[in-house]
């Protein structure tokens, strides 16, 4: 799905006003860099709360779960709408946990606009690079917000150096912070050339507008030079008239910034302290004057479900078809499942049916609902620009497509990554059996990146997700919310398997029966690594009329199941190019199901002989912990196979960023306490899959039976 703008485009008037006055906007950041306390704030500020809200109260609106009030976590994106300056706020408050990302990644696909929040003491962590990357490829427009400017150690030009460094960006102060740590007073504006002052000292409500102190002059000066320069970068008009001498106003400086926000060129940046109610005003200030609505966004190019290179597009018109995006489904114990979507043209009412494209069904809106975290209110009407929920509907999954049926068309689905940890999970009495099948079932639709498989050596079922948390969440869910019961085994690392030379393969299935027909396939496949991450790749380079055409499909799908397998221990194989070579075929006994077989064998076949290997989950590590333990750290780390890339001062402690097998890594967050007197801290996330050690593959092959067991030395 791609996009363009709507300046070719004739829309009405009315609309245009219309959806120009709406923002849908994610809140996003590394775990604990206050982007839950930021949304508080936002909803108290915008009268959508009368009380403010706490994180570490556990009485957070936006952290409804149970285990999210507990924990001080955010689990999963939670949606609210508010209003600011007569336009209307649509917020995402996204996890900041790496377990969590597909919440970040699947959210990011339907906003228009995002707040970055950086903590002004941590400065660009781990996480934040990550969403800041799914926010890039997504082309997501966003503001920075440094917040907690009033904790000790916090530094606002650090962070800005770090952005640049790290993410690549360019950031552009659009505020300036008066005082830091407890002196903090206000920010300067750099935009209007004035002091904020807030005046009140719990709620922050009040602020006074005043000159810029003369000891801020200077700095002052020089970062609004700066600002009018990189304006002046990318806008011509801009550029013009700034060079020209002529005196800019505060609304064309508005208008140039905006315009470079909505381009990627760059970031502004705004600063507070959510907590302490500093700042929040002005960051919705910033996100009316810089983010964009939906007619910035503009038209949305899907393609016809069974042409691809049939373009369909979609207008922001409430009378256009409709079409929309189902981006996260949610299990209300009260209510059933609710279909959260991102509406693109046309409008849908209450009752009305729509087209599922990717189900090829119809389904049926009973309700439409506008969310506040877990609580609703009814609407019967919503148009281009909306994000709401649907009760009632019993085919959808994330990432589906929903339309008019006269106006078939398919956005673009999105992407989950591969779960990296597995355990064994069974229920503690018979009665629980059905009730825990059930209860995943429902888990799985909810969730993408979490995954529930049979293991056919033995039987049991094993939970897949993206880290220990993240199951530990799921079991939690489990018994609390589905009232199961289940013993759950040790985690258990998702290896996968790969081929590290070229080779070819055979594979002919034939059958014949007495009285039936018989069944016929027979195909040569050659097989060669890819780069790492590039998944499985099929080249038909089949000689014209030796198998027809009808058959490609079934011998791809073939190969594609057999992968699923792998060859050496049954883990998944991956990085794969299959090239279809040759084969046979026979005009009475040939069927699809042959040669779904057929190519399965030839892919086994090839790949026995391709020297295949073993491959494990490598994250990225990174632990901050006080200059006196660092030498036991690294140690630890080295001692588990890890590999330091680097060291960094941040204040009075040290950053260390190594690369850690996943296998190695179970417990140490006990283990990095202990060492440390609680003093350390670490985070980590997926970064890629690497081929194990020759120790590892020998314990592996033993396991599945592949090499003979290390023999028992017998005393006599």
């Known amino acids: 799905m791609s996009k363009k703008n709507l300046t070719e ?41 009368h009380k403010l809200g706490e994180v570490h109260e556990g009485t957070a609106t936006m952290d409804w779960m149970p285990q999210e009030q507990e924990r001080g976590i955010t689990i999963t994106a939670a949606a609210t709408t508010c209003f600011w300056k007569e336009k209307t706020i649509n917020i995402i408050d996204t996890p900041g946990h790496v377990d969590f990302t597909i919440e970040v990644e699947r959210s990011l696909r339907v906003l228009d606009g995002a707040i970055v929040v950086f903590c002004a003491v941590g400065g660009v962590e781990p996480q934040t690079e990550t969403v800041w990357r ?34 690549g960006c360019k950031p552009v102060p659009v505020q300036l912070p008066w005082g830091t740590e407890d002196q903090l007073q206000g920010v300067i504006d750099l935009v209007e050339n004035k002091a904020l002052k807030w005046t009140s000292p719990d709620l922050g409500a009040k602020y006074t507008i005043e000159e810029i102190p003369a000891e801020l002059k200077e ?57 302490k109610n500093k700042g929040v005003q002005t960051l919705l200030d910033g996100v009316v004057d810089y983010l964009p609505s939906p007619i910035d966004v503009g038209e949305v190019i899907g393609h016809h479900p069974t042409d691809e290179s049939k373009e369909v597009i ?51 809106a009973n309700r439409l609902l506008r969310m506040h975290a877990n609580k609703s209110e009814e609407v019967n009407e919503v148009t281009a620009g909306d994000i709401v929920a649907i009760m009632g509907l019993k085919l959808a999954t994330t990432g589906d497509t929903f339309c008019s049926e006269g106006r078939q068309v398919l956005l673009e689905k999105i992407e989950f990554p591969e779960p990296v940890i597995s355990i064994a999970i069974e229920p503690k009495t018979k009665g629980d059996q059905e009730k825990l099948g059930q209860a995943l079932q429902r888990l799985a639709v909810e969730d993408p990146s979490f995954r529930v498989t049979q293991s056919d050596d033995t039987a049991q079922t094993l939970i897949s997700g993206m880290g220990e948390l993240h199951l530990e969440i799921i079991v939690d869910r489990l018994k609390r919310e589905f009232k199961v019961d289940a013993n759950v085994g040790t985690p258990q690392v998702s290896y996968r398997e790969t081929i590290t030379s070229a080779a070819s393969g055979e594979g002919k299935f034939v059958r014949q029966a007495v009285g039936t027909k018989g069944q016929y396939g027979h195909c040569i496949v050659s097989i060669k690594p890819t780069e790492r991450g590039k998944g499985f790749v099929f080249v038909n380079r089949l000689p014209e009329g030796l198998i027809p055409k009808n058959f490609y499909p079934a011998i791809e799908q073939g190969a594609r199941e057999a992968m699923s397998g792998g060859v050496l221990a049954g883990y998944p194989a991956m990085d794969i190019e299959l090239t279809l070579t040759g084969g046979s075929f026979s005009e009475t006994d040939s069927s699809e199901m042959a040669y779904k077989v057929a190519a399965a064998m030839a892919f086994k076949d090839a790949a026995l002989k391709a020297n295949p290997t073993i491959l494990e989950p490598l994250m990225a590590c990174e632990v ?68 194990v050690t020759a120790e590892v593959l020998q314990e592996i092959k033993q396991r599945a039976g592949i090499l003979p067991q290390k023999p028992v030395e017998t005393l006599i």
């Open 314 to 364: 979609c207008r922001p018109d409430p009378s256009e078809p409709f079409a929309a995006l189902a981006f996260k489904i949610m299990t209300d114990p009260f209510v059933g499942q609710l279909t959260y979507i991102r509406i693109y043209s046309g409008k849908l009412e209450s009752g009305q049916t729509f087209w599922n494209t990717n189900k090829g069904k119809r389904e049926r």
């Open 9 to 49: 485009s004739k829309l009405d008037p009315k609309v245009i006003q219309a959806l120009s006055k709406i923002r849908n906007i994610g809140i996003m950041a590394h775990i604990d860099a206050g982007k839950t306390t930021t949304t508080e704030r936002i909803l108290f500020y915008t009268g959508k709360t």
């Open 624 to 691: 901050v912990c006080p200059q006196d333990y660092m030498g036991a750290v690294i140690g630890d780390l080295n001692a588990r196979g890890g590999k330091i890339h680097g060291m960094n001062a941040r204040l009075n402690l040290q950053v260390i960023s190594a690369e850690v097998p996943l296998v190695k890594m179970f417990g140490y967050s006990t283990v990095l306490r202990s060492s440390s007197q609680g003093r350390a801290t670490f985070s980590m996330q997926f970064s890629h899959y690497s081929p």
């Open 219 to 275: 700095d002052a000066e020089l970062y609004r030079q700066n600002l009018l320069d990189s304006l002046a970068d990318f806008d011509e008009p801009f550029m013009e008239k700034y060079l020209g001498g002529e005196t800019l106003s505060a609304e064309e400086i508005r208008a140039s910034i905006r315009k470079g926000a909505l381009e990627l060129k760059i970031i502004p940046v705004l600063c507070g302290a959510s907590f």
């Open 134 to 167: 799914q926010a890039d490829k997504y082309h997501v427009p966003r503001i920075a917000f440094i917040n907690k400017l009033d904790r000790i150690g916090a530094d606002f030009y650090a962070v800005i150096d770090q952005m640049k460094e790290r993410l």
